[in-house]
């Protein structure tokens, strides 16, 4: 058996070798621009522009990357749409854009800390050897159990580690919440922890509400420490230690706030004139937020020691001591399934009894390191660690391993695939949840059908790889995934998700909802992003875009690799009402073996007539977008108006083997000779007179017009991978076209 202390020696190594590898080649990268020389005096201070806040703490380590150069250098200021750097070195008094690389490698350090200091803790090594070898008998009275709240508060007062099963919509938080307060109601001391600021938000939400509602709150008692991710906490009185500033010391909550204000003017004034002066009034005013913080910082302390219930995230508990030095009654550790091992160990290493609570079927933790012990310790979760998994696996259920086995998130014709296939049948739905869900099911798209698939096969070749990141995307299932998104939208839904594996996807039907959607997204909650984004989050309908298709010759790794299960659960899960699932069946009954989830899901939906194929895509577009227009391959009157409209340019690609009908020929070679024609092929096509021809191997043709008419699916002799009906989409987007172009050209 492993000691407790050969643990934590693993645990230190993992996190150095992650530590290692961050450094040496970094993750996370922004794109800054517009860098601007403001100081040479003892560095190189420069002020670059952002697209969006980056929130890296001042003073945080970071590295500039131009081009093959790199430079390490701090972070000055990161307040707004606006960076300002210290470097070690001179990239010149202009630079264009750069990328800066950004890690939290001293967070990690930190926890590295915090496991030296366990090592010397006789009781905080126990409660750690408790979490990885929970051997021990469960001691609570079974007999006296009333409930699933009941149980846990039995669990987790009579032994000292509790792991809690919480498939998505079994009232994990509603559960948690009700534990936390019951032990608040004794008079415990709880910590609640998770990797995310969101989740920590919630159960503080959920506790709050609770414990209002039983006319037990008194201000100060439960407390959100740290960084606030946005609105959930803002109608809950006095839980946040900006609100309880605000009651308790509003004079100095109001200097943070004038001061805040100041620098947002300054950096506004800084980003037109890059003076001097006001380059040195920021960096002043810099260390006045570090002074009035500090104050802030000792009152926040004072709110900590009072309170009984504390929220925070991993990351704040291991770098404060506050929290790191103080000993409570019970730890929660919610979606655990995400946090590392070692994270885990340090939670429990703070409570005398640890709830540990998630679902091992949803996404593991991330690391960026292939060591092996990273991958150990980094990137599967305290489940599979302690042992607790295997138990499962062989159709059992530990002795501290609590289920919750009631959904009452998904209709259940979403539900039947997850429940069968991912949980084994352990869990079921709510009897409430089909009536609950009726009203989304009976909207548009696809009336009265929760579950579809949408079959994108035989349409054509358009799943390449984006050129920097070689993330895969698929034109043809965006425009799809976007006349969903829209139908949906006209439909009544007001809460939608697209989501998908391949980060290109994702920032692709970004772009698109920016360019075509901004107003209706102005009423609504619509939001593109990969499988790891929507991870604790709930959507009335999600449209999960699978990508991978021809000419690829192999499904992508994201959806057959040893993870797929579990981003393909996540995926589901989110949905309320109407999943729609956007799919190659051809492509992945060749590609995908028989055993993989996607494969499985597909022909679930497939088997239970939920299967939606391309002819059939003039019954469900009801609502021809005035910039997303569909229509037959074959009239060619629209697409020849637009090549007779054009100004600029005609763009043009022809892969190889597809030959141009006399119609086509005739009209480029008639078209504006004022009008630039590029064509995009590695054959000859001389004879239409093009002003250039780029050699390059694009799978699919496209015509694109002025670069802002791109039209996707014409009926061009030769094409691959297509069968009839044959269908045109005509794309009016600037945006897409000028990112379709960087793809293609490089320009």
Known sequence: MTSTKAYIKEWQQALQNEINYLKKYGSNKYLITNGRLLSTEGSYTYYFDTSGNLRIPVGTAIKLEWGSMKQSGRVLSSEGKGVMLSLEKSFGDLVDEAYLIHDPWELLEQLIQRLDEIKKN????????????????????QEKIKSNVHELLLRSKYNPVTFVWGPPGTGKTYTLARVAANKYFQEKRVLILSHSNQAVDVLIGEISSFVTKKNRFNEGDILRYGFLTGEQLANHDTVTTSQLLEKQDPE??????????????????LARSFSKRDTHSLLELEIKIAKVLEKIRQKEIEFVKNAYIVGATLAKAASDPVIHDKDFDV?????????????????????????????????PSIAASRDALVT?????????????????????????????????????????????????????????VRKSRNAIVENQPFPG???????????????????????????WQLLLSFQVIHESYLGGARSIGFVTPYRAQSNLMELLLEDVYEKERLNADIISATVHR???????????????GEPQERAGMLLTGADSERLINVAITRTKGKFIHISNQAFIKTHVYHSKTLRQLVEHQVRHNQAVRKNEIGTWIKNQHSKLQWMHARKLEKVFQDIDSARLSIMLSLPDGTELSEDWKLKLKNRDKRTS?????????????????????????????DK????????????????PPYIAARLESAKISEYLLSQFTGL
Not at 708 to 723: C, D, N, Q, V
Request: net charge neutral; hydrophobic share 40%; proline share 4%.
């Open 677 to 705: 024609f590029i064509i995009f092929s590695e054959e000859d096509w001389t004879d239409l007179g093009p002003t250039q021809l780029i050699q390059a191997r694009i799978p699919f043709p496209f015509i694109m017009i």
């Open 449 to 475: 059908r929760a579950s579809i698939l949408v079959d994108s096969s035989f349409t054509g070749a358009h799943c390449i790889s984006e050129k920097n990141s070689n993330s895969r995307l698929n034109l």
């Open 252 to 269: 100095l909550a109001a200097d943070k706030e004038l001061l805040v204000e100041e620098r947002r003017k300054l950096k506004q004034d």
């Open 376 to 432: 150990k310790w980094l990137k599967e979760d305290i489940f599979h660690r302690a042992g607790v998994v295997e138990w499962v696996k062989e159709g059992k259920l530990h002795p501290h391993l609590f289920l919750l086995k009631e959904q009452r998130r998904m209709h259940p014709d979403i539900s039947s695939f997850t429940n069968q296939y991912i949980y084994h049948s352990l869990v079921g739905d709510h009897e409430s």
């Open 122 to 141: 006789k009781q905080k090594r126990l409660r750690i050897k408790n979490l990885m070898d929970p051997s021990m008998p469960a001691k609570h009275p």
């Open 708 to 723: 802002k008419i791109f039209w996707l699916g014409m009926m061009i002799e030769g094409i691959k991978a297509i069968k």
């Open 331 to 363: 730890v929660i550790l919610d979606e655990a399934s995400m946090a590392y091992v070692p994270q885990a160990g340090f939670a429990a290493s703070l409570g005398k009894r640890v709830i540990i609570c998630g679902d091992f079927k949803q996404l």
């Open 534 to 548: 929507f991870q604790g989050s709930e959507r009335d309908v999600m449209v999960f875009d699978t990508v991978d």
